[in-house]
């Protein structure tokens, strides 16, 4: 079991850290994009009229599009292509209109009833922000392209998204990603928004959404296997241990990675036509169910459950109850301003239990309960990372994208290395454990049981090494005469000094147990006779007549029968060579009351 904990730990230690690696490498790897789009071959017209040049600079870019021209069914030539149109300039306009009322007819027209807003000048590569109602909104694109592009929306609070236009094609990606085509056209996208929105629109070259999308699925392909590793390894660490905590450690991980999986929508590529599984409401039910189980959790592991038990059955579990009921609520609601004020108010909720939470926590690392401080430091950036998202809404691009999910994937890290300290904690109290049972609590010597299981690995030993096993059976000459005299504590004191006397005598690699009342035993596993009887010889001189000092005013003179078996080849088991000793020592000590009678006699 030892070796497998250790075993465990290790490979969780390797393949974690890569994940974490990996992530930050690919966060910051993102947090440059923008330098290194700019880099990018642009197309206008100076650059695009060499196309050999554009092939040079970046080969890996002109690759990736002809894989995407494969699948997306396209056999134009690209480079012939960008050189034909090089003299135009690509171009896109937009225009949002919302409807006062719920329905929408077939046809996607606008009615007198709708708010328009001005139209607006696209910048490609740079994101513009419209902000849309609770409801229907219609966004008209128009568009005069020399290249192919892409136009992508922002999937928070967005319910669902139409559009007609034969030659437009959805792309298999996270947000909803639109492959707009070479040519004069207009296209309008119809948007149904779960509350008042600020909805973010991109427009971008190719090479950039793919460039973009790359980073950001390596990015979230290494978070997702560090919470797998780390989510596994804890909960069949949990199940062979018995530890509730672990389960619910596995718990957490499994539904904020659910989270980001849905937050992110990596699940979009491979499901497009589930629209309720990857609706906005599975993701904040997956929200809840993390709040949930990371406050059960937390409070386990650093013990605030016992500490403040009141604060936390009565306070800390029920709000985060909350939180859950509304996430459930909001499953099955329809958008609605109701629906609008929960989840703001879920949102606070949840940042206001955090907070409790670190408070608990700082208070649990000021009394220095084990691994606090670290559970401290992990819900530190947690917290920062959330308050940054709920209060400072629509903030800098990289950190409202990958701030929350590096400072979970922190979180998990940190909380692996808890649960860790945790196993090692409970491996330590094991072993003491099983050492205070195998052990004579008066001698500081192995008990019975001890004994008969160490006897048995130098019996297995002999077993596959060969060599001679020896065994000393010692029994103390008129021990109850020394217990009816002089008390049971004076007893006691004469048998810890003889287990002393036998372990100084002993090499630290025999087996030294108190089997009985006065009775000892010494095994060991030697290479010959001579070191055999080396051991038994120096047991009898230092035994026999031995005068014990118990304090300053009593001094004991005490002798000891000493049995010697030595087994050339394995025995039975141990309690055979125990009987053989047992002999052994009978006999000899028979003997040596046969020789005091007869000497009184004489």
């Known amino acids: 079991m030892t070796l497998f904990f250790n075993k465990s730990q290790s490979v969780l230690k390797r393949l974690s850290t890569a994940c974490l690696c990996v992530l930050v490498f690919a966060c910051f790897d993102a947090s440059s994009s923008d330098a290194l789009n700019s880099s990018i071959p642009s197309t206008a017209p100076s650059e695009a009229a060499s196309p050999e040049a554009s092939s ?47 329905r929408i007819d077939n046809s996607h027209g606008v009615d007198k009833n709708q708010n328009r807003a001005s139209m607006r000048e696209l910048n490609k590569g740079q994101a513009i922000t419209l902000t849309l109602p609770r409801g229907i ?67 971008q070259s190719l090479d950039a959404f793919l460039y973009k999308s790359l980073v950001s699925n390596i990015t979230m392909a290494a978070f997702y296997g560090l919470c797998v590793v780390l989510m596994l390894y804890v909960f069949f660490m949990g199940r062979i241990l018995g530890d509730r905590s672990f389960q619910l450690y596995s718990l957490y991980v499994f539904c904020a990675a659910t989270f980001f999986l849905l937050q992110e929508g990596q699940l979009h590529i491979f499901l497009p036509d589930q629209s309720f599984l990857l609706s906005h409401q599975m993701y904040v039910l997956f929200a809840g169910l ?36 509304i996430a459930i609520y909001m499953l099955f609601a329809e958008h609605s301003p109701l629906a609008s004020f929960l ?83 409970i491996k330590i109290d094991k072993q003491q454990a099983e050492s205070d049972a195998n052990t004579d609590s008066l001698c500081n010597v192995l008990n019975r049981r001890g004994w008969i299981a160490q006897a048995g690995m130098l019996l297995d030993a002999q077993a596959n090494k060969g060599g001679l096993l020896s065994l000393l059976y010692i029994d103390l000459d008129d021990f109850k005469q020394i217990n009816d005299s002089y008390g049971h504590e004076c007893g006691d004191r004469v048998l810890d000094i003889v287990a002393k006397i036998l372990k100084n005598q002993s090499r630290d690699v025999d087996v030294v147990g108190r089997v009985g009342g006065d009775e000892f035993v010494i095994a060991g596993h030697f290479d010959n006779q001579h070191e055999c009887e080396g051991i038994a010889t120096r047991l009898r001189e230092r035994l026999h007549q031995l005068d014990l000092q118990i304090n300053e005013d009593l001094s004991i003179n005490i002798s000891a029968s000493i049995g010697h078996v030595v087994f050339d080849e394995p025995a039975k088991d141990v309690k055979h060579m125990l009987n053989l000793a047992d002999q052994s020592m009978y006999q000899l000590k028979k003997k040596s009351r046969t020789n005091e009678f007869a000497g009184a006699f004489n």
């Open 290 to 325: 993390t709040v949930m189980a990371a406050t059960v959790f937390i409070s386990k592991i650093t013990d605030i459950d016992t500490t403040f038990p009141k604060f936390s059955y009565f306070g800390l579990i029920p709000a985060a109850f909350v939180v859950l009921l």
């Open 137 to 203: 909104n219609k966004i008209s694109v128009q568009c005069s392209l020399n290249q192919p592009s892409v136009i992508s929306f922002d999937r928070n609070e967005l319910l669902s998204i139409e559009y007609r236009n034969a030659d437009i094609k959805r792309l298999a990606a996270t947000s909803p990603s639109y492959l707009l085509p070479v040519g004069t056209f207009s296209v309008d996208f119809v948007l149904n928004t779960h509350a008042l929105e600020s909805k973010k629109i991109d427009w």
């Open 343 to 425: 989840g703001r108010f879920m949102a606070l909720l949840t940042l206001a239990i955090m907070v409790a939470v670190l408070l608990l926590v700082m208070i649990q690392t000021y009394r220095r309960v084990p691994m606090a401080w670290l559970v401290c430091l992990s819900l530190l950036s947690m917290v920062a990372a959330m308050a940054y998202r709920v209060v400072i809404a629509h903030g800098g691009e990289f950190l409202e994208q990958y701030g929350l999910i590096i400072a979970f994937a922190l979180e998990a890290f940190v909380f692996a290395i808890v649960v860790s300290s945790r196993i090692q904690r």
């Open 56 to 102: 040079s600079d970046s080969p890996n870019l002109d690759v990736l599009i002809s894989n995407f021209y494969l699948f997306a069914d396209s056999s134009a030539d690209l480079s012939s292509a960008r050189a034909e149109q090089a003299a135009k300039i690509d171009k896109c306009a937009i225009q949002s209109f919302s409807e006062v009322g719920p």
